[in-house]
């Protein structure tokens, strides 16, 4: 018996028997095509054609595609001279995981496919079903960078050159490098809301799927713009690690430890319960933290490190207008944040009833921000966090205003936080069966253009 792991281009004859084992499910619904699952050991009868070879399990044959019995990160795995766990994880993300959601929504996807009756199909209800699981998508494409950057490195040495090569060679795939075949998931989820739209203009509006397809296509197309939002964010951690390299004073973790957007920014006074006593800061909301800032003295675009508040401790507390009895104090405009393990109070008065409104809704955006990056499991990696770290870095550590040092930027003006909207649901569909839907697109904060504007500093 030979064993063969891909496309060899040769005719099986006579008495030979080659095998093959099964790298990924292969599932189908046509008939003259061969199901097995990852691990099955095929026999080959024909492998001349370089895309589909004819095979056998036990009693039944059919074709099957040659490429699902190779693959380049089974290949990477046997080379532990060449790839640690930590570099694969990095090149090929949660692609097994992608691969395993897509297979089972495929399968379910057939079920819901009229064979005999082709328009009486009902495609929409499947992409409604399987709507949290697109969701591992953004893993892969936040990821797809660091992939690119650690497949960069690795290629300026020709044994991995000649390794990526042979892989698919072997493979007989077409003649793109291995970033392009990477980039293939990427492509697909950015597909979807396109064919969604096509199936939906070609579908009568009393046809039984027109209202499961449209809801579908809103679904898509907020997953797509949620991932687009989500990659946006992590293309902003090196502004964010630069300005924490501006602020004089810095004590404790990095601000990308636990945060990845900024939300809101303003100057409010501020009372601590233990002290009492009115303070003016500037305050940066982040997603998990709010930073506090004092502004010098001279230089009023220059901020020094006060502390920070854990919002995942505090619960946000408007107050009417009054006499408060915990700081017997007189409020306007007032709201507190109150600690609900150690019944710590912050008291916060802000200068106009308007920018109080502001700041309340921006807890709301940075408490949903929260709650939805743990559903889908987003984070900033360890690889992209260590690169901010060496922007961090770069920049000279801040003592006070006569140091050495790069400029800081100017905090910028308050900016409304995001105005939430619901994209209309069809007639029928529970609203708990579609995901909560996001405004599209922000257009960059002011923050960062403010950031990339300033002028030297001038003694």
Known sequence: MQWIRGGSGMLITGDSIVSAEAVWDHVTMANRELAFKAGDVIKVLDASNKDWWWGQIDDEEGWFPASFVRGYLKQCRKRRDMFSDEQLKVIFGNIEDIYRFQMGFVRDLEKQYNNDDPHLSEIGPCFLEHQDGFWIYSEYCNNHLDACMELSKLMKDSRYQHFFEACRLLQQMIDIAIDGFLLTPVQKICKYPLQ??????????????????????????????????????????????????????????????????????????????????????????????????????????????????????????????????????????????HNKETEEIHLFFAKKLEEKIRWLRAFREERKMVQEDEKIGFEISENQKRQAAMTVRKVPKQKGVNSARSVPPSYPPPQDPLNQGQYLVPDGIAQSQVFEFTEPKRSQSPFWQNFSRLTPFKK
């Open 196 to 337: 969604l739209a096509e199936l939906l203009k070609y579908t009568a509006q009393d046809h039984s799927d027109y209202r499961y397809v449209a809801a579908a296509l809103a679904v898509m197309r907020n997953v797509t713009q949620q991932i687009n939002e989500r990659k946006r964010r992590l293309e902003n951690i090196d502004k964010i690690a630069q300005w924490q390299a501006s602020v004089l004073d810095w004590e404790g973790e990095d601000i990308l430890d636990r945060s990845s957007e900024l939300i809101y920014t303003g100057e409010m006074a501020w009372i601590y319960q233990p002290y009492g006593r009115n303070q003016q800061r500037v305050f940066f909301l982040f997603d998990h933290q709010m930073v506090l800032c004092k502004k010098d003295l001279i230089r009023r675009d220059i901020l020094y490190y006060k502390g920070r508040i854990d919002m995942d401790k505090y619960e946000v507390v408007d107050i009417e207008d009054g006499r408060d009895d915990d700081f017997n104090v007189s409020m306007k405009n007032a709201f507190k944040l």
